[in-house]
C-alpha cells in the first residue's frame, strides 16, 4: 500500500532486504489499525489517518530498526572514523609547530601547505559528524568531543620546559588550525590578489590578528558543543525519545561549518590554481625567483630616496609585507630596505635573504635553515664550493659574479654610504648538504663563507 508513513521509514533504512522485511512488517500492523478503525464506523480514509497516527514518528521508528539490521556497516564505518580521529589527535601535537602562525609575541610563516592540511583535517570532522547523524553512530560524535577536550586542557597542562625548539605555544588544536583562518583572512582584509601572491612564499602571520589568536578557540569550542548536542540527540533517538529539539542546532552549525569550509577551500584552491598557472607561465620557479631577487639588490641604485625603491619593489610584483612596510617576499626570499645613520654618515641598505628564521630547525648544527636548500653533493656544487673557498682578498667583485658563483648566495646585503659615496656588500654563503653530521671530520657537509666587498675588491672574509 501506498503510505507516507511507511516511505519515511522507508528512506530510512539503509540494507535494501531489511527494507522489504521492515516494511511489510509494518504495512501489516497498519492495515490491522485500518480494519479496525473500519469495522468500528470510520470511513476508510479517516481510519487510514487514525492508524498512521498511532504509529507515531517514523524517524523513531526507523533509527533503532535501522540499528539493528545494519550493525556490519555501522561497525566498519564506527572502526574507520575513531581511527581517523585518533589519528588526527596525535598529528595535532605531534607537527603543532608548522601550523603556529602566530602566538603572543612569536611570528611564525604562512605555508600553503598547512593551509591544505589543516583544512582538509576539519572537513574530515565535519564530514564525521555528518555521517554519524545521517547513520546514528553515537561513538563518533563522543570521540570528536573527547579529543577537542583533551587538546583544550593541553593548553593548561603543557610543560613550558619541554617546549618545542620553534614554538613557545602548547601543542593544542586550536592552534593547529590557525592557517584554516589564513585564506579568508587575507582575502578579507587584503583582497583576494593580495592571498594569490603570497601562495608559495613564507609571509608572517600577523601577530595580533583577532582571526588567528581568537577564533581557532571558538572554532575548536563551536565543534565541541556540535559533538555533545550530537550524541544527546542520537542517544535519545535510540531509546525512542523525544529529540526534535536536537534538530534546529545541529543543523545551523552544519550549515555554517559546511558553508565556510567550502568557501575557504574554494578561495585556497582557486587562488593555489592561479599561481600555478602564473608562474608556469612566467617562468617564476624557485630558483629563477632566487636569482632575480638577488640580481635585483646587486644592481639596485641605492643613490635614490628609500620611498623610491620601496614603490619600485611594489611595482616588481613582490608581496609587501603589512606590519613591515620597507619587508618584501618573493617565491626565492626576502628583500629588506633600510635607512639611518652610523659611524660612516647616513646610509641606504638593501638586503636579500634567501630565507627566515622560521623554516625549519636542525637540532644539530644549531641553526635555522629552509629545507629547500639542503642540496646533494652533485659535481657542479662541489665544484663551485670549490671555487668558493679559493676566493680571498684582492679578488675583483666583477669577476666573481661573471663566475655564477652567487647563485649559492643565501644572504646579500648592499650599503651605500651617502657622505662618503661607498658602496659596501656583505655577502654570505651558507650551504648544507645532505646527511649533515656535525661530527664530520672534514666538514664536508656543511660550508660557509662571508665576504666584505669594497670598490669592487674583497676586503675581508670569514669561513
Known amino acids: 500500500m501506498k503510505n507516507k508513513f511507511l516511505d519515511k521509514v522507508a528512506e530510512q533504512i539503509e540494507d535494501e532486504r531489511s527494507r522489504e522485511?521492515?516494511?511489510?512488517?509494518?504495512?501489516?500492523?497498519?492495515?490491522?489499525?485500518?480494519?479496525?478503525?473500519?469495522?468500528?464506523?470510520?470511513?476508510?480514509?479517516?481510519a487510514e489517518k487514525r492508524a498512521t497516527e498511532e504509529?507515531?514518528?517514523?524517524?523513531?521508528?526507523?533509527?533503532?530498526?535501522?540499528?539493528?539490521?545494519?550493525?556490519?556497516?555501522?561497525?566498519?564505518?564506527?572502526?574507520?572514523?575513531?581511527g581517523v580521529i585518533i589519528l588526527m589527535f596525535f598529528c595535532t601535537i605531534w607537527f603543532r609547530d608548522a601550523f603556529i602562525y602566530s602566538y603572543d609575541n612569536q611570528s611564525y610563516r604562512h605555508s600553503i601547505l598547512c593551509d591544505f592540511v589543516s583544512l582538509a583535517f576539519l572537513i574530515a570532522y565535519?564530514?564525521?559528524?555528518?555521517?554519524?547523524?545521517?547513520?546514528?553512530?553515537?561513538?563518533?560524535?563522543?570521540?570528536?568531543?573527547?579529543s577537542f577536550i583533551l587538546q583544550f586542557f593541553s593548553v593548561i597542562i603543557y610543560d613550558y620546559n619541554e617546549a618545542a625548539l620553534t614554538s613557545t605555544a602548547p601543542p593544542n588544536m586550536f592552534y593547529f588550525y590557525q592557517p584554516v583562518m589564513y585564506a579568508i583572512v587575507k582575502t578579507v582584509t587584503e583582497g583576494?590578489?593580495?592571498?594569490?601572491?603570497?601562495?608559495?612564499?613564507?609571509?608572517?602571520?600577523?601577530?595580533?590578528?583577532?582571526?588567528?589568536?581568537?577564533?581557532?578557540?571558538?572554532?575548536?569550542?563551536?565543534?565541541?558543543?556540535?559533538?555533545?548536542?550530537?550524541?544527546?540527540?542520537?542517544?535519545?533517538?535510540?531509546?525512542?525519545?523525544?529529540?526534535?529539539?536536537?534538530?534546529?542546532?545541529?543543523?545551523?552549525?552544519?550549515?555554517?561549518?559546511?558553508?565556510?569550509l567550502s568557501v575557504n577551500l574554494i578561495i585556497t584552491v582557486t587562488a593555489t590554481a592561479?599561481?600555478?598557472?602564473?608562474?608556469?607561465?612566467?617562468?617564476?620557479?624557485?630558483?629563477?625567483?632566487?636569482?632575480?631577487?638577488s640580481e635585483y639588490v646587486l644592481n639596485a641604485d641605492l643613490t635614490r630616496d628609500k620611498s623610491e625603491i620601496i614603490d619600485e619593489l611594489t611595482l616588481e610584483g613582490y608581496y609587501a609585507d603589512t606590519e613591515i612596510p620597507a619587508e618584501f617576499y618573493g617565491k626565492g626570499g626576502t628583500i629588506s630596505v633600510d635607512s639611518g645613520m652610523d659611524n660612516n654618515g647616513r646610509y641606504t641598505t638593501l638586503s636579500y635573504n634567501l630565507s627566515n628564521e622560521f623554516i625549519t630547525y636542525d637540532e644539530s648544527v644549531g641553526a635555522f635553515i629552509n629545507e629547500r636548500d639542503i642540496y646533494d653533493k652533485t659535481p657542479e656544487i662541489l665544484s663551485d664550493v670549490d671555487a668558493i673557498k679559493k676566493i680571498d682578498k684582492g679578488d675583483d667583485f666583477e669577476s666573481i659574479k661573471e663566475s655564477g658563483l652567487l647563485?649559492?648566495?643565501?644572504?646579500?646585503?648592499?650599503?651605500?654610504?651617502?657622505?662618503?659615496?661607498?658602496?659596501?656588500?656583505?655577502?654570505?654563503?651558507?650551504?648544507?648538504?645532505?646527511g649533515y653530521d656535525d661530527t664530520s671530520d672534514d666538514g664536508s657537509n656543511f660550508f660557509f663563507k662571508n665576504l666584505t666587498i669594497e670598490d669592487e675588491k674583497v676586503t675581508d672574509y670569514c669561513d
Open 407 to 434: 647563485k649559492w648566495a643565501n644572504g646579500i646585503c648592499k650599503t651605500y654610504y651617502r657622505d662618503k659615496k661607498k658602496t659596501v656588500y656583505e655577502i654570505n654563503f651558507t650551504i648544507y648538504f645532505k
Open 126 to 146: 565535519v564530514v564525521m559528524l555528518i555521517l554519524a547523524r545521517k547513520k546514528h553512530i553515537k561513538i563518533i560524535p563522543l570521540f570528536v568531543a573527547i
Open 55 to 82: 504509529m507515531g514518528n517514523p524517524e523513531d521508528t526507523a533509527v533503532p530498526l535501522n540499528a539493528l539490521h545494519n550493525n556490519n556497516f555501522r561497525d566498519l564505518l564506527l572502526f574507520i572514523c575513531c
Open 21 to 46: 522485511l521492515i516494511t511489510a512488517e509494518l504495512e501489516s500492523h497498519l492495515l490491522d489499525k485500518i480494519d479496525y478503525y473500519v469495522d468500528i464506523g470510520y470511513s476508510k480514509e479517516e
Open 274 to 293: 592561479y599561481r600555478t598557472v602564473n608562474d608556469f607561465a612566467t617562468g617564476n620557479s624557485y630558483s629563477a625567483s632566487r636569482e632575480k631577487m
Open 192 to 260: 583576494f590578489v593580495a592571498y594569490s601572491k603570497c601562495i608559495f612564499i613564507e609571509v608572517p602571520a600577523e601577530t595580533d590578528s583577532f582571526c588567528f589568536n581568537v577564533l581557532p578557540y571558538i572554532l575548536g569550542l563551536l565543534f565541541i558543543i556540535w559533538s555533545i548536542i550530537l550524541f544527546i540527540k542520537i542517544l535519545k533517538a535510540e531509546k525512542v525519545d523525544n529529540r526534535k529539539k536536537y534538530n534546529i542546532p545541529i543543523r545551523l552549525i552544519e550549515i555554517c561549518a559546511s558553508v565556510f
